[in-house]
């Protein structure tokens, strides 16, 4: 063997070890050497080492700049850029690579339709993927590559194309832990839990044994359905089979799974006997205590994650946003907002309407306007979020002219949306407004008005003192009336001193609850309101 091809498979090996430790510094010193020697020019594998390597370390650019610079590209080279964009989430820039790639008569191997089906799945392009699969993929080619079968039934299933992942598992002649992996992960992320549930005793009755990604997947489905006892059964199966503390996708699902479901003692333990934690165990937890609203427990782990020197990320900020929202903690908020700049959070939606949402409850109006300012409006998520904030601010002027543009845009909201701009007119006595949204539901947006929306209105009228409009609503409800708009009349009765309206609420209100407290404390106050008048 030449002194050549000696050095060109040490560089390599260089190159795949910072990949594998993301060491970017040392691998950034391999390609100082590289370029000296002109490495890249002769050969290709070396160059496709160095993008692989800067896809792994999240410096995508970089990976399209060493793309770029060598001179004779084939399918490794185009492998190694594709698979890095998908890595790094840019799905739609790969399928263009990939399109550049065919343009370029290279013809795509199994490891690039792997790449390429991956990004379908995460764009839930079906469409795209099933073309993917009638013009590359032979049925012989599936049935000799499980990788390439486990990667088409994972784009079908998390695409919701289940009827079709289930018929190509069960024609492949080589099942395995990793095509049922697949399924199951396409019924978890679509919310199909119990599915997932009965796919995973299905698979373990065929012999064969979970992997630490199908764990994951099930702690997952057992957290979604509040299943503590399905997850402890699922948990002890997985002490026998794994070291939990040194298996950090399952112990992290384990902490997520009982965090979810409100046992946090637990999902502490499992936390604290992780002997090498990541920013997803921290998470975990973190994100099980704000749910939970035990906002300081949220903070002393954030102080803890900070002191063992764990670098916080988009989520972790979001959480601790929230707690800062619930005490009233501006300055470790103003602190945070340093850092969401820092590292471009702020134009990441979910965070950046954290912290706008954090300056809206402390009442910082300059502060939360600039921050709703500046943030893209791209769901019902972040308009119900901006909704909710003006609210806040006590600003109807902005929340008409925003609830304009919600009417104007293809945007249609939904059902909490919906809820949440009811909310905010009865907060702030826009009758007009909510009764033009209340009649747009169903005609303009296809929604039919739930209980909910049904009280905002009546409560709304009744607050103005138009309780016999109150009532005309509430008959025309297309569900009998609850003790809750029952009780909003009758207050609004003793209010404005409705004797017969006020005892025709009485009479429905014990007919539904005859022991409710609540109807004969209201009843008694009418007639004492009625006395005094």
Avoid at 1 to 19: E, F, Q, T, Y
Avoid at 39 to 51: A, D, K, M, P, T
Avoid at 398 to 423: A, G, R, W
Wanted: glycine residues 6%.
């Amino acid at each position: 063997m030449s002194n050549g091809i000696r050095d060109a498979i040490a560089l390599v090996a260089v190159i795949k070890a910072c990949a594998r430790q993301k060491d970017l510094q040392r691998g950034q010193r391999a390609h100082v050497r590289i370029i000296k020697e002109a490495w890249i020019e002769r050969n290709v594998i070396i160059g496709s080492s160095l993008i692989s390597l800067y896809a792994k370390c999240g410096v995508i650019d970089k990976a399209q700049e060493t793309f770029d610079g060598i001179p004779a590209q084939n399918t490794i080279s185009w492998n190694a850029l594709i698979s890095g964009y998908v890595h790094n989430g840019y799905c739609e820039k790969a399928l263009a690579c990939f399109a550049k790639m065919q343009a370029g008569a290279f013809s795509p191997d199994t490891i690039t339709l792997t790449s390429i089906l991956k990004a379908c799945s995460s764009l839930k392009d079906l469409e795209k993927g099933c073309q993917i699969r009638n013009q590359f993929i032979a049925d012989d080619l599936l049935h000799t590559d499980v990788v390439l079968a486990s990667a088409l039934i994972s784009m079908y299933a998390k695409c919701g194309a289940f009827e079709k992942a289930e018929e190509l598992l069960h024609q492949l002649l080589n099942q395995d832990v990793v095509s049922w992996t697949a399924l199951i992960a396409g019924y978890t992320q679509n919310g199909y839990d119990e599915d997932a549930m009965v796919c995973f005793k299905k698979m373990q009755s065929k012999g064969l044994f979970p992997d630490a990604f199908t764990y994951s997947c099930i702690f997952k489905a057992c957290g979604n359905m509040l299943a503590s006892d399905m997850g402890e059964k699922v948990h002890s199966q997985v002490r026998n089979n794994f070291l939990i503390e040194k298996n950090l996708v399952v112990a992290n699902g384990l902490i997520d799974m009982y965090a979810k479901c409100g046992n946090l003692d637990k999902a502490k333990d499992v936390f604290d006997g992780v002997a090498k934690k990541d920013i997803g165990s921290w998470n975990a937890l973190i994100a099980g205590y704000t749910r939970s609203g035990q906002q300081d427990m949220v903070l002393e782990l954030f102080t803890q994650m900070q002191v063992e020197g764990f670098p916080h990320d988009a989520f972790t900020l979001i959480c601790i946003l929230k707690a800062c929202t619930s005490i009233g903690s501006t300055d470790l908020a103003f602190m945070l907002h340093d850092d969401i700049l820092k590292y471009g959070w702020d134009r990441d939606v979910e965070a950046g309407t954290a912290l706008a949402m954090m300056y809206a409850n402390c009442y910082m109006v300059q502060e939360a306007r600039g921050m709703f300012n500046g943030l893209p409006i791209v769901d019902m998520i972040s308009w119900s979020a901006r909704m909710e904030g003006y609210g806040k601010l006590g600003s109807d002027e902005l929340l008409l002219q925003l609830l304009s543009k919600v009417i104007e845009t293809n945007v249609e909201p939904d059902l909490i949306m919906s809820t949440i701009v009811l909310n905010l007119c009865n907060h702030r006595g826009l009758l007009e407004v909510a009764q033009r949204y209340f009649k747009s539901m169903w005609p303009v947006y296809g929604m039919h008005p739930n209980i909910q929306h049904y009280t905002c209105l009546i409560d709304l009228l009744c607050r103005v003192g138009d309780v016999d409009r109150a009532v005309l609503i509430l008959l025309d409800m297309p569900f009998l009336p609850t003790l809750t708009e029952l009780n909003i009349l009758m207050g609004a009765c003793t209010t404005h001193g409705n004797t017969k309206l006020g005892k025709w609420a009485f009479e429905h209100a014990v007919e539904l609850d005859e022991n409710s407290v609540s109807a004969y404390v209201f009843m008694s106050n009418i007639h004492v309101s009625t006395i005094e008048v």
